[in-house]
């Protein structure tokens, strides 16, 4: 199968032993989309390298800026300041909200329900639309900076997202009453798939698999990062552990993460957008005046090239799909020396032989389906 079948999520190739309509064994093959994005990054600063990396995981992009700009701020040590983590905790979560409406019309797609799939592309398009406000840019969105954010948001921008929370809210439970008790929904995916608690924490999954299988694990939560501490949430956990509860773990996060944009905006503080400290070092030669007449109009100002410093440290956020970590060693220069991207999806397809031994044909979409896996990042 592949590597240009049309609904799977990129190009994956999968060799399939069937017999008669049973699969007896089947072996992944990746890296048809391999683009040597670490060997990139070593020869990148940190804000060179912010365009690329929305191209990994190019449905939740703001999680991809987020984790890079997060490996330099916590190995330099540079605090940002609060409105800046309340903008980032709004994009991130968007950003969730986007990608499980791209997961769920495609999934459903592969399973033969064609309607869900015209109907996600209302919401997703109204959130590229805040995207686009803020940003510039609908997709790659090279929004987060080292030590905040590129440009503060524009006027009207938190009205427009509550508005768009009120409609998006009660949107999430049509596609539930179309959906969850199908008959031929049920059918395709209860029971199939399912993979044991143990089993889950084994493969090392991560994200919605891990939670559908009954393991209460959440980065939002264990990490700390942000304020997501000061925002009152729920982890949204499954014990079936099929394709099923998954399904569900997905849609109660976009629940979750509509309920974490609406408390974020009304907590928004004011204040700076930007650490100005982190400027200070790249104004030390006294060059650029940033605060003068003649720059008050650039709209994204570049953040400042810092020199990592001589250590090493593992940051991990938690996207969509699960544990997207950077493994990043300094070597005292502007550029790392290793930037070692820990991609969800990767870790999470390795289960996928185990899971589709003794199935049939037809499953192997729903079942690859509810991994939910993006090839830009598993080949980086």
Known sequence: MGPHHP????????????????????????????RGMEKIAENRTIVQYLPYVTR??????????????????????????????????????????????????????????????????????????????????????????????????????????????????????????????????????????????????????????????????????????????????????????????RYLVRIDEMKESINIIQQALKLLPGGPYENLEGRRIAQEKGRMNWNSFNYQFVGKKSSPTIKLPRQEHYVRVEAPKGELGVFLIGDDSVFPWRFKIRPPGFANLQILPQLLKGMKLADIMTILGSIDIIMGEVDR
């Open 7 to 34: 609904s799977m999520h990129g190009v994956l190739r999968l060799v399939v032993v069937p017999q008669g309509e049973n699969v007896i064994d089947c072996k992944p093959i990746l890296g048809y989309l391999h």
């Open 56 to 245: 990994w995981d190019y449905l939740a992009t703001m999680f991809t800026e987020a984790v890079t700009v997060n490996a330099p701020e916590k190995l330099a040590n540079i605090q940002i300041p609060e409105r800046a983590s309340y903008i980032r905790i709004i994009m991130l979560e968007l950003s969730r909200v986007a990608s499980h409406l791209l997961w769920l019309g495609p999934f459903l797609a592969d399973i033969g329900a064609q309607t869900p799939f015209f109907y996600i592309f209302r919401e997703r398009e109204m959130i590229y639309d805040l995207f686009e406000a803020a940003t510039g840019m609908r997709m790659m969105h090279n929004y987060f900076r080292i030590g905040g954010v590129a440009a503060d948001l524009p006027y009207g921008w938190v009205d427009k997202c509550l508005d768009f929370c009120q409609y998006c809210l009660p949107k999430i439970y049509e596609y539930e009453r179309l959906i969850t008790r199908n008959p031929i929904f049920l059918k395709r995916v209860k029971g199939v798939g399912f993979i044991s608690r143990q089993e889950a924490i084994n493969w090392g999954l991560s994200g919605p698999c891990l939670r559908a299988s009954g393991v209460q694990w959440d980065l939002r939560k264990i990490d700390h990062y942000e304020c997501y501490d000061k925002i009152d949430w729920q982890i949204k956990w499954q014990t079936e552990g099929d394709s099923l509860a």
